[in-house]
């Protein structure tokens, strides 16, 4: 049977690509034909909401009301994405700790997915350290996002074996998007597939970011969300 599903991208700072990863993930769930609802914690403006204005309300998940409007319409058949503003990931954790949702994870009630988006410093890993305790039922995925190229991220697969003492590395590559392509989906305000389907946009930027898209794909699916 199938269980309700909460997505939660965040990071420990700005600026790492967290927002662009939740935009490829709604493409991604619709692609998968699942019915997506994404929350956008950048409270009161949300750079998410741009993008998915109709899959998309922002909110402010310190508020108890907010907290019920993403919380207690949860659905087998609809998946919850929820883009943490930068720096919130523990206290956003946290909050799910107190009301329960981990505890109902661990009871096969619920699943939930975390995608915690690296930054180029060692502040990540020690972040990911502290939310990995907490999380021991949800499934912990760390991105290496190489929107900022960084060198750090060369040895993350074999830090991340022994904060998660696996054998498997749960980490996704998600490659760098051309930086023209970049700005022209940003200044268009469209979702990448739309903008890949949209013909009055250059055929060159367009298969630049339909080739990009696909690769992240292939990531989302060795997460498998389902």
């Given at each position: 049977?199938?269980?309700?599903?909460?997505?939660?991208?965040?990071?420990?700072?700005?600026?790492?690509?967290?927002?662009?990863?939740?935009?490829?993930?709604?493409?991604?769930?619709?692609?998968?034909?699942?019915?997506?609802?994404?929350?956008?914690?950048?409270?009161?403006?949300?750079?998410?909401?741009?993008?998915?204005?109709?899959?998309?309300?922002?909110?402010?998940?310190?508020?108890?009301?907010?907290?019920?409007?993403?919380?207690?319409?949860?659905?087998?058949?609809?998946?919850?994405?929820?883009?943490?503003?930068?720096?919130?990931?523990?206290?956003?954790?946290?909050?799910?700790?107190?009301?329960?949702?981990?505890?109902?994870?661990?009871?096969?009630?619920?699943?939930?997915?975390?995608?915690?988006?690296?930054?180029?410093?060692?502040?990540?890993?020690?972040?990911?350290?502290?939310?990995?305790?907490?999380?021991?039922?949800?499934?912990?995925?760390?991105?290496?996002?190489?929107?900022?190229?960084?060198?750090?991220?060369?040895?993350?697969?074999?830090?991340?074996?022994?904060?998660?003492?696996?054998?498997?590395?749960?980490v996704l590559d998600i490659p760098k998007l051309d930086e023209r392509a970049t700005e022209y989906v940003e200044a268009a305000g469209l979702p990448f597939a739309q903008f890949i389907a949209d013909d009055s946009q250059?055929?060159?930027?367009?298969?630049?970011?339909?080739?990009?898209?696909?690769?992240?794909?292939?990531?989302?699916?060795?997460?498998?969300?389902?």
């Amino acid at each position: 049977m199938a269980l309700p599903l909460i997505i939660i991208v965040g990071a420990d700072k700005g600026g790492v690509g967290k927002t662009t990863i939740s935009r490829a993930l709604i493409d991604y769930l619709k692609s998968t034909n699942k019915e997506v609802r994404a929350f956008d914690t950048e409270y009161p403006a949300g750079v998410l909401k741009r993008f998915h204005p109709d899959k998309t309300e922002v909110v402010d998940l310190t508020k108890s009301d907010d907290q019920m409007k993403v919380f207690d319409n949860l659905s087998p058949v609809t998946v919850t994405l929820i883009d943490v503003r930068a720096g919130l990931l523990s206290p956003t954790l946290s909050v799910l700790n107190d009301i329960g949702f981990f505890q109902m994870a661990k009871e096969g009630k619920i699943k939930i997915i975390v995608f915690h988006v690296l930054g180029s410093t060692i502040a990540s890993l020690n972040e990911v350290k502290a939310t990995a305790e907490i999380m021991k039922n949800a499934d912990h995925f760390l991105l290496k996002n190489h929107t900022n190229g960084a060198v750090f991220f060369d040895g993350i697969n074999s830090v991340a074996k022994d904060i998660f003492n696996t054998e498997s590395a749960p980490v996704l590559d998600i490659p760098k998007l051309d930086e023209r392509a970049t700005e022209y989906v940003e200044a268009a305000g469209l979702p990448f597939a739309q903008f890949i389907a949209d013909d009055s946009q250059s055929m060159v930027l367009r298969g630049k970011v339909n080739h990009w898209l696909q690769q992240v794909f292939v990531q989302f699916n060795n997460a498998k969300l389902s």
